[in-house]
Structure formats: structure tokens, C-alpha cells
């Protein structure tokens, strides 16, 4: 079963369009190669053919040589020439134009069924990056698991195919999207299948089963039994299905039901579904129905239904198994519910026999002494369970074993014995029904015991009657309040401390100073601290300590515990508002714990606190320029209740603390420290910081930094709010350098800020298109421009926008609008290009977004609106005022529109606010 096509989206001529070494070609080269691109645009790929041999004549040693050799593979490969085609991408040897064509030379090796080329050179790259390949790295990934799979068919050595099915399946398995039909789906069944890995194969039949329908029944089939095991309900569903197709696969799917209901002990299930295979049972699995109709009657309680299948069963002298075992054990228990002690004794024989030693075997001879119990030979029942009992042997009724051996000792006067035995039954079966007649009887024996003159002392009957207390209804009201006057009197002596919380409340009850309160509640508190499970009767009494005495002799430690304990009582509720509020009360107790300052608070809880506050802040970090007055004044008290708590923990008597391995954990806290620094407006301060980080990340490279491209950004950041724009050019340049390629969002921002401190360090005289500085930083901007990704963005709209304002400034002032207008619409429709595998991807990314999408939007509104300004501004100059007015009006509709939106405010925003400006001035002068 498989289907197989291939249909890639070529990026046919985007090696040529892209390449680097374009700045280092002649004149004549890039005029040749100015009129190859030309005619691309056209269309015309025959004359572009023929002007590259012409190129390849004239200029054979031509930096572009590389490039123009991927170009023309990439036509003969849209043409389906494939040998043409991997002609020109084996000409290649710059490794920048290996990677960026490696995956139409491997399509050319995939249509040529050279599948072992396709896995050598994809596993080398993959074992470098496949990341290089950007939105095309699926196609390396179908590529490897197609050649891969087809390799793993033909293996004949079945380790080495499983080998290569395995690794297949993990290529297909990282594909993202569905550019390849079906065709993954399929091959991943097959291999789930080779593999044995079956509930994934059930997953992929099911899905596939929905696109062909002709194929249903057996894909329904198949599922079902993959799933079965794990997933019994929805393969009962599937074979459900499969029957009602009445198809080839319907009668084994009946069995195959029958037997997962009956797997699931939904006996009822299996009681209804027997009549209609019955009679089609074949002979060889008689028996085995038998087993499961007795099991079935007897799991529902229809002990006399079960008993004639269990027989039949039993009857076809089977091995011993342990369906023969269970057989034997659900016929004594028949026999035993209808009091046929005969059928008992026989079974029970044939279970001695078959099965000497078992485990059951326990079992079996307590229900034969259960038997005899209701004949009322008692004390015969007391020696087999004695017995029983000093073989440890019926673990499985031990509870029952224990309850009925401590009944009748005590009821024949063997009071040591069932003292011992119900003990034994009260530590192992808390919770028993029979409990409460347990403890009654302990206790019966217990006092019995204790007018004998023995080793049982009071001390014995103390200990066991505090435990008696513990149990709830065992007393009434007025034989408790007995007891514990009894025992609260030498409670303290005893050390006894669940007695002293008893003690506790019911002094509470009787006094009423405030400070004698406290101290009571206090202690108790600290009762309820060393019990787990009980954190919200600690947070009640430690609360109600502060309550009476606000000036407690020790309010910190107090405050300490209630910050422990609301923590603890927070990770036990799922509750998200509970949560949180449980989350602020100890935070609130940790900050007054703090100010009271008479208990030591350790660094990991000033930190947490910190982060606490951090937290709060953050819904106002990103925008702090430019929040209302009611949200600064928030921020205000938040910063100041995290610096000190950041500042205490990081800095040791004024100066920054030492990292060592161990507490590398404190970085990103620093950065944290810095961050609200910053927000404070406190720059130097923040630098400072940021230097002190930096400078031990990089004295200490070897070790396991989290942080370090982000503290250097923050560097920057700090650098260019203090407008020392010539250090933030440097750490910004410095991080964009370091990673080699424009690989991340944090590298890109920094690329993006870099050319723009460049280009404003420049002198008035070094801003002109002739100066090669000035080349880098457009090159520079126009590659964050074409590598845009939804990730990065604002960055890439942002250097679109830069690119054209830096363009036009170049330009003489009489022609600068024109040429503004025109990078505009450049970007426009760059931007808005879907042709592409790469353009489609970004734009895919933002419909999966709504943030970036209507950050997108915004972006290009501004476009619009910059286009209706300068539109505006050329009708002042022809003295149209009236027709100016109504597109300036346009422009600031659009403008305010953008202002107002909050996704806007860092990088836009400063843009919407000088275009405004702009318009206003040129109003007030029209």
C-alpha cells in the first residue's frame, strides 16, 4: 500500500538573486549580469540560458560563476531536466551556493532513484545545520526520509531495514506542514507497522482511511487491532464500525469485540455480544469461550450462571494454566455462595493438586473455613485460620483473615490473640469498613487484658485508647469528653503531641486575654507546621497570632512560616485565582518578614520575592515610556519594592557579586536587576551592572551561560538610551558579528541597530552613495529585509523603512520624495511578494499569528500614510492647498489609527510621531 509523488515549489533563480559576491564583480560582469536578470524577469529563460554560456565564455573566472551555475540548474529542473540540471550543481564550489541549491540537486537526484547520493550529502548537512535551508529545511527532511524509507524496502539484512525505517520515520515525523500530500502518512504507517510501533501506525490508518473510502473496512480493521491494547474503547468503536460494513473483516471483528470487552471486564457487554458468535465458534476456541463466559457471570455476581461454563471449561482437562487456576478458584467461590460444600471440597482437591504452593491456595482454605464458620464449627475455623495466619499465607484475604481470627479468639476468650490480630488488621487496613468493629473489639480485649495481671499495663491501655480517640464516631460525646480529661492530664509529660493540640483548643475555649491567645495559637501552629497535609490550620493560627498580638515577640519568624505555608497550601490547588491569591499573601509575609528585619531571610527567597514583584511589572515593562499616570504610580511602588530585594541579593557591600559555577542561576536575576535600573531611568546604574555580567561571561566561557547574547543586547540598549550611541554601535556590531549569519531575532535586532547607529555616526560629508561604509550599512539593511521572518518582526519592516529613508536622504533634496516614494513602494511589494516558498512561509507565520499579523498591518497602513504625506506635500508645492488639506486629513486618519495601537509603541511609534509633526508644521505653513 503505497503512494507516492513529489511536487516542490522551486525558488528557481534565488541563488542568483541573493548572491554575496555580487559587490566584488567588474563592471562589464555586472552589466552581463544586470541583462541575465532582465531577461529572467521577463521570462525569457531560453535567451537566459544562452546569455550565461556567453558569460561563462567571456568571463570564466567570474566571482558570479557559481551563482549562474545554480541558476541554470534551477531552470533545466523546472524544465524536468535532471541530468542538465545536476550537470550545473555539480560545477558549484562556493559552499554558500552548495547549501542554497543542495536541495534542488538532491530533487534532481530523488527523480534519477539516487537515493544513496540524496543521504550522503543530506546527512552531511544536517549533521552541520539544517537550519541554513530556512522554510525549504522540510523539504531536506522528505528528501532523507523518502531515500531513506526506499532504501530500508530494498534492504535484505532485516536489522539494517529496520535501521533505515527508523531513521525514515524520524525525518518524516519532523516534517511541519503538508506540502507533501499524503505521502508521509502512508510511509509512516508502513514503517510504524515494520517497526512494531502500533499505535502510531493506527493513528496515520485512520486519517488515511477518511481519504479512501474504497479501502475503509481493512484501515478501520488494521487500527483496531493496533489500538486495541491501548486504546480498547475506541478500537471496540472501530470493530463496531467494521462489523456494520458487513465486509470480509466483519465475523473477526465480532470476535475481536467480544474479547476486548470481555479485557475490559465490561462483562455485561460480553454477555450481550456471545449469543450472536455462538454458533460460529470454532471448535479450538470452545474452551476458551467457556473460560470467559464463566469469568463473565461470575464478575456479575450470577454465581449458579457461572458454575455450568466453568465446569464445561475445566472439563476439557486443559494444562494448568492460570485460566485453570482462576477456573478453579471462580467454581469455589460458587460453590461457596450457594453453600455446596461437596462441589468446594472437590475443586479445592483438584487446586492442591494442580497448583501445590500457590498463592491462592491461602485463599482457597480461608474460604473453605468461612464454610465451615456458618456450619458453626468454630473452633475448627479458629485452628485453620491460626494457621493461615503463621504460614503468612491468603495475602489477598488477609483483611478478612485478620477480622475474623481476632473475632473468634476474643469470642473464645483468647484475648492476647485477638488483641494482636486486630491490631494487625487496624496498621494494614485503614479505612476498612469493618474498622469501627475492629477497634471495638481491640478495645474489648484490650480491657479484658488489662484486669489480668500480665505485661499489659495501663500505660499499653493509654496508648491504645489515644488511638481509639483518633477515630471519628467511635465514642459518644460523653464517653470523649471522659477520655480526654483522662489522657490530657499526663499528655505533656508523655510527649505526647497529638494530645497536646486537643489540650490546646480546648484551653482555647476557655480563655480570652489577647497575649495568652497568641502564645496558645502560636503554639499550636507550630503543632500543625510539623504535620503534613495540615498547612491551612497552620496559616489560621499563625494569622490569628498577628490578629491578638501585632507586636508578637517573634512576628518575623511568623511571618516566615505564613509565606512557607501559603506556598505549600498554593502548589496543592489547581485554581488559578486561588493560586494567585494564595501567592500574594505569602509574598506579602515575606516582604513584612523582610522589614522586620529580626529573623535572617535567606537570598533564594529575597529573589523569589523579587521575581514576585518582577512579575507584577512586567505588564508594563515594554511600554513604561508611555503608560498613564495610575500606571506609572504602579510600577513606581513595584519597581521599589524589587530593587532593594534584587540589590541585597546580588551585590555584596556595594559591589556586584562573584559568579561561580554554582551560582550561575543568578544571572538571569541580574538582568532582571538591571532591567527595572533601567525602568527607574537609572542608565548608569544599569550599565554597570550589565558591564559587571559581561565581563565574568566572558572571563568564564566554558561555563553554562543562559544569558549572554541578552546581556549584551541589554548593553547596547542601556548604551543607546544614554546616547552613547559610539559604545552601543560597538556591543551592538559586536553581537551581530559574533554569530556570523542573521540567525536569530536577538541578532537580527541588533544587525538592525547597528546599521543605524552607523549610518548616524557618519559625518554629513561621508553620507553620499559613493562612500563603501555607506554600501555595508544599506547591504546590511536590505539583507535583514530580504531574510524577513514573522519571528523577528518589526526588525525586517523596520529595516525596510530604514533602507528607504537612508536611500532617499542619499539623493539630492529636489528628487529626495521622489525617491522615498519609490523605496516605499519597493517595500510594498516586497512584502506583499507570495510567490516564493520563503514569501509564502512569512506570510503563512503571520496568518498563525494575530500580533505579528496586526503589526504587519500597521506597518503597511504607515506605508500608505507616508505615501498620502508626500502626496500631499507635492500638491503644496503645485499650490493645490485644498487638494493638499483633504490628503494630509488621510494621512493623520491613518497615523492616529496606528498611534493608538499598542504593538506599535517601540519601534514604529517614534515614526507615527514625526510624520505628524511633519504634516502639522506643513499645515501651519500652507
Not at 561 to 573: E, F
Request: hydrophobic share 40%; net charge negative.
Amino acid at each position: 500500500m503505497r503512494y507516492f509523488f513529489l511536487s516542490f515549489v522551486l525558488l528557481t533563480g534565488l541563488t542568483f538573486a541573493e548572491t554575496p559576491q555580487l559587490g566584488n564583480a567588474s563592471y562589464e560582469e555586472r552589466l552581463l549580469a544586470r541583462r541575465i536578470a532582465e531577461f529572467y524577469k521577463d521570462g525569457d529563460y531560453d535567451l537566459v540560458k544562452l546569455q550565461i554560456q556567453d558569460f561563462f565564455k567571456e568571463h570564466p573566472n567570474s566571482p558570479l560563476k557559481d551563482n549562474l551555475y545554480g541558476l541554470m540548474g534551477d531552470l533545466f529542473l523546472s524544465e524536468e531536466k535532471y541530468d542538465k540540471a545536476l550537470s550545473n550543481y555539480r560545477e558549484i564550489r562556493s559552499p554558500k551556493i552548495l547549501e542554497m541549491t543542495l536541495l534542488n540537486k538532491l530533487q534532481c537526484y530523488y527523480e534519477l532513484s539516487e537515493y544513496k547520493n540524496i543521504i550522503k550529502e543530506a546527512t552531511l548537512l544536517i549533521s552541520k545545520d539544517p537550519k541554513v535551508l530556512g522554510d525549504r529545511e522540510n523539504e531536506l527532511y522528505f528528501l532523507m526520509a523518502e531515500s531513506l524509507y526506499r532504501e530500508a524496502l530494498k534492504e535484505s539484512d532485516e536489522l539494517q531495514a529496520k535501521e533505515l525505517a527508523t531513521m525514515a520515520a524520524g525525518y518524516y515525523e519532523k516534517l511541519s506542514d503538508h506540502s507533501f500530500g499524503e505521502v508521509p502518512l502512508f510511509a509512516l504507517a508502513d514503517i510504524y507497522t515494520l517497526l512494531g510501533n502500533n499505535i502510531k501506525a493506527a493513528k496515520l490508518y485512520l486519517e488515511l482511511a477518511s481519504d479512501y473510502p474504497a479501502m475503509r473496512e481493512e484501515l478501520y480493521f488494521r487500527a483496531a487491532g493496533a489500538i486495541a491494547a491501548g486504546e480498547p474503547d475506541e478500537a471496540i468503536n472501530l470493530y463496531e464500525q467494521v462489523i456494520e460494513m458487513e465486509g470480509k473483516f466483519s465475523k473477526e471483528s465480532a470476535f475481536n469485540q467480544l474479547v476486548l470487552y470481555f479485557q475490559q471486564e465490561n462483562y455485561e457487554k460480553v454477555l450481550e455480544a456471545y449469543p450472536a458468535i455462538q454458533t460460529t465458534i470454532p471448535r479450538e476456541q470452545i474452551a476458551t469461550f467457556d473460560y470467559i463466559m464463566a469469568k463473565s457471570y461470575f464478575s456479575l455476581g450470577r454465581y449458579e450462571e457461572a458454575t455450568a461454563p466453568a465446569k464445561s471449561y475445566l472439563s476439557s482437562a486443559p494444562e494448568p494454566n492460570l485460566q485453570v487456576k482462576n477456573s478453579l478458584l471462580i467454581l469455589m467461590t460458587c460453590a461457596q455462595k450457594q453453600e455446596d460444600i461437596n462441589l468446594f471440597q472437590s475443586t479445592l482437591t483438584r487446586f492442591e493438586k494442580e497448583f501445590p504452593g500457590d498463592p491462592e491456595l491461602g485463599k482457597a482454605h480461608f474460604m473453605h473455613a468461612m464454610l465451615l464458620k456458618d456450619q458453626g464449627n468454630e473452633s475448627d475455623v479458629l485452628t485453620i485460620l491460626s494457621e493461615l495466619l503463621s504460614e503468612k499465607a491468603c495475602a489477598s484475604e488477609r483483611e478478612s483473615l485478620l477480622f475474623e481470627h481476632g473475632y473468634l479468639s476474643h469470642k473464645l476468650g483468647q484475648y492476647e490473640q485477638s488483641r494482636d490480630s486486630l491490631r494487625r488488621f487496624l496498621i494494614d487496613f485503614t479505612g476498612s469498613e469493618r474498622e469501627k468493629s475492629a477497634w471495638k473489639l481491640y478495645l474489648a480485649s484490650s480491657l479484658e487484658l488489662q484486669r489480668e495481671e500480665g505485661e499489659y499495663t495501663k500505660e499499653h491501655f493509654y496508648d491504645d485508647l489515644t488511638r481509639a480517640l483518633s477515630q471519628k464516631d467511635l465514642f459518644d460525646q460523653k464517653e470523649v469528653a471522659e477520655y480526654e480529661l483522662l489522657l490530657g492530664k499526663i499528655a505533656y509529660d508523655l510527649h505526647r503531641y497529638a494530645q497536646t493540640e486537643q489540650m490546646l483548643k480546648s484551653y482555647l475555649t476557655k480563655v480570652s486575654e489577647p497575649i495568652q491567645l497568641s502564645e496558645a495559637h502560636f503554639l499550636l501552629a507550630l503543632c500543625f507546621d510539623k504535620v503534613q497535609g495540615e498547612a491551612a490550620n497552620c496559616c489560621t493560627h499563625f494569622e490569628k497570632v498577628l490578629e491578638l498580638n501585632p507586636e508578637f515577640r517573634e512576628k518575623s519568624l511568623v511571618h516566615l512560616h505564613l509565606y512557607n505555608s501559603y506556598l505549600g497550601l498554593k502548589n496543592d490547588i489547581a485554581d488559578p485565582r486561588g493560586a494567585e491569591e494564595l501567592t500574594e499573601k505569602a509574598a506579602s509575609h515575606l516582604f513584612a518578614a523582610i522589614e522586620a528585619g529580626d529573623h535572617e531571610v535567606k537570598r533564594e527567597n529575597r529573589l523569589w520575592l523579587a521575581d514576585h514583584y518582577y512579575e507584577k511589572a512586567r505588564p508594563f515593562l515594554d511600554n513604561h515610556s508611555i503608560l498613564s499616570d495610575n500606571e506609572k504610580k504602579q510600577l513606581v511602588t513595584i519597581v521599589e519594592k524589587a530593587l532593594p530585594l534584587y540589590e541585597t541579593a546580588l551585590t555584596k557591600r556595594g559591589h556586584f557579586i562573584t559568579f561561580d559555577e554554582k551560582s550561575l542561576y543568578l544571572e538571569a536575576q541580574a538582568l532582571k536587576y538591571a532591567e527595572l535600573m533601567g525602568v527607574q531611568g537609572n542608565h548608569s546604574k544599569k550599565i554597570s551592572i550589565l558591564t559587571h555580567l559581561v565581563e565574568q561571561q566572558d572571563n568564564h566561557t566554558n561555563w553554562n551561560w543562559d544569558y549572554q547574547k541578552k546581556a549584551l543586547f541589554e548593553l547596547a540598549k542601556s548604551y543607546e538610551k544614554k546616547s552613547d550611541l559610539e559604545k552601543a554601535l560597538e556591543t551592538y556590531s559586536f553581537i551581530a558579528r559574533r554569530e556570523g549569519a542573521i540567525s536569530s531575532p536577538l541578532i537580527n535586532i541588533a544587525a538592525y541597530h547597528s546599521a543605524k547607529l552607523r549610518f548616524a555616526l557618519l559625518h554629513a560629508s561621508q553620507k553620499n552613495e559613493h562612500n563603501p561604509e555607506v554600501h555595508e550599512i544599506l547591504t546590511q539593511l536590505k539583507e535583514l529585509q530580504i531574510r524577513k521572518n514573522s519571528a523577528s518582526e518589526p526588525i525586517h519592516l523596520e529595516a525596510a523603512l530604514e533602507y528607504a529613508t537612508v536611500r532617499a536622504n542619499l539623493t539630492p533634496e529636489e528628487r529626495r520624495d521622489d525617491r522615498y516614494l519609490f523605496f516605499l513602494g519597493r517595500m510594498v511589494e516586497d512584502f506583499n511578494e507570495k510567490e516564493d516558498m520563503l514569501a509564502q512561509s512569512y506570510h503563512d507565520d503571520l496568518e498563525n499569528s494575530n500580533d505579528k499579523k496586526a503589526l504587519f498591518t500597521a506597518y503597511m497602513k504607515f506605508v500608505d500614510a507616508e505615501r498620502l504625506r508626500m502626496a500631499a506635500k507635492k500638491k503644496q508645492k503645485e499650490n493645490k492647498l485644498l487638494e493638499a488639506e483633504e490628503l494630509n486629513e488621510q494621512a493623520l486618519a491613518i497615523l492616529f489609527e496606528i498611534e493608538s495601537n499598542d504593538l506599535v509603541k517601540e519601534y514604529l511609534h517614534p515614526r507615527v510621531i514625526q510624520s505628524i509633526e511633519a504634516i502639522n508644521e506643513a499645515e501651519s505653513f500652507s
